[in-house]
């Protein structure tokens, strides 16, 4: 009796074991390789103490190979993720596809007021808002105070692209193992052509004019691509054209780039002794302009949104609301300081005493505030978007003249081939697609 009565429990006990395992909710969660999302997969104890019922399964990759993979899986409603890292970008073209769920639902103590309105407005379709914003950015000038200083530079707050163009000249020294000046170059829509759009804002330049005409043949892209070419042609590392945001940032923290241009979210790492070998020595200054009316500062937000076709929208909401919520930022900080958090997102974490005294928080708010997507540039534009266009094909004719402009850099062709290249194809695209009639 007595060990049919353990048998029995044991049984029991098992089956109660069982049926908790089985009531676990597996959510993927598709992101990209960039420190702030690595960072809170170090930290996922905290959610799972929270959270026990739930188990999160990552995918993390290089940011083209992310943005590829996602595409493809909710075009086709392919259902491999219950969460998808995606981009300003995204938002709005995937949204009136219904192609994302809304988290209006979200609990009250998310605070959805306290979100940067730039920043919510670019992540909400018709008041729904369709993905939580991770952290937000625009683009800014590092660069190392002490080699300014013994080159006899002054890089002024706000510069200009001259001001840039010439710290580089000064601060090269490739015997040393520093360069000039560290810019994208990696082919990419979100990569090299974020940088070389922005920098065509602040020229005068722009994708389309208001008839949706490709403008690679105008004066302005024609100075943009020149300068660009020349200035990590003469001034910047070695391999330059596979360069993109990840790896100027390991270069700028191991202190070979004298100066580099990129996101304000980069600001944490550079100032983190953990992380940079120069954090005492790094300085800040406004994305430049070249007198136009436009500084070269973009506007973008790595979020967390849920695809229509997950299975498990519940407990992926309930994963969004941990990763992108205040106590989230609070945790953070109490692990890894205040510099560490995630940017760019909340108006509260901007009137924290202890953040606001960061050297580049208020460069950072201030530059995301100036970005202006309904007005990118100082010339009229017929699209939305800061260093992208909102229409859904931006992202394969970009990727396209990312290649292009990439190979000119590596000296695979001129620059007046390259904008020659670039204009008949976007033409051409831009064309079968209807824009152009």
Not at 167 to 185: K, T
Request: overall charge negative; hydrophobic content about 40%; glycine content about 8%.
């Amino acid at each position: 009796m007595t060990l049919t009565f353990r048998a029995l429990m044991g049984a029991c006990a098992v089956s109660a074991f069982a049926a908790a395992a089985s009531a676990q909710t597996t959510i993927t969660v598709a992101t990209v390789n960039n420190g702030d999302m690595i960072r809170m997969q170090g930290l996922m104890d905290d959610f799972y103490a929270k959270h026990p019922d739930i188990k999160v399964e990552w995918v993390t990759l290089e940011e083209n190979v992310l943005r590829q993979n996602i595409t493809n899986d909710i075009a086709t409603g392919g259902g491999q993720y219950d969460v998808m890292t995606i981009g300003t970008y995204e938002v709005p073209i995937w949204g009136k596809q219904g192609w994302l769920v809304s988290l209006n639902d979200l609990p009250a103590d998310y605070d959805m007021d306290d979100l940067l309105p730039p920043i919510r407005a670019g992540l909400s379709v018709d008041g729904n808002l369709l993905a939580a914003p991770f952290y937000g950015e625009s683009s800014f000038v590092n660069y190392r105070k002490d080699l300014a200083e013994k080159a006899g530079v002054t890089i002024p707050d706000a510069p200009t692209w001259e001001d840039i163009k010439a710290a580089a000249a000064a601060m090269h020294d490739p015997d040393n193992g520093v360069f000039g000046i560290c810019l994208r170059g990696k082919a990419g829509w979100g990569e090299n052509m974020a940088f070389l759009t922005t920098m065509a804002n602040s020229y005068g330049g722009r994708w389309f004019d208001e008839n949706w005409k490709p403008q690679f043949d105008s004066p302005e892209w024609k100075a943009v691509l020149t300068d660009y070419v020349e200035m990590l042609t003469k001034y910047g590392p070695p391999g330059a054209s596979g360069n993109g945001y990840n790896e100027n940032l390991t270069l700028s923290l191991q202190g070979k780039c004298a100066m580099r241009m990129d996101a304000t979210v980069s600001a944490g790492a550079l100032t983190d002794p953990k992380q940079s070998e120069f954090a005492d020595k790094v300085g800040f200054a406004l994305a430049p302009d070249a007198g136009k009316g436009k500084r070269a500062n973009w506007l973008w937000a790595w979020s967390l949104a849920i695809p229509s076709s997950s299975d498990a929208p519940e407990a992926a909401k309930t994963f969004i609301n941990w990763a992108t919520n205040k106590d989230y930022l609070a945790l953070v900080a109490s692990k890894e300081g205040w510099a560490n958090v995630p940017p760019g997102t909340r108006t509260s974490l901007y009137e924290n005493p202890e953040y606001a005294s960061l050297p580049f928080a208020k460069l950072t708010i201030d530059s995301i505030n100036a970005a202006n997507p309904n007005e990118p540039s100082a010339l009229p534009v017929p699209y939305v978007g800061v260093q992208f266009v909102a229409i859904p094909e931006f992202a394969g004719i970009a990727t396209s003249v990312g290649e292009i402009f990439s190979a000119a850099l590596a000296g695979q062709k001129s620059v007046d081939d390259a904008l020659a290249e670039a204009q008949a194809l976007a033409t051409d695209e831009m064309t079968s697609a209807g824009y152009i009639k």
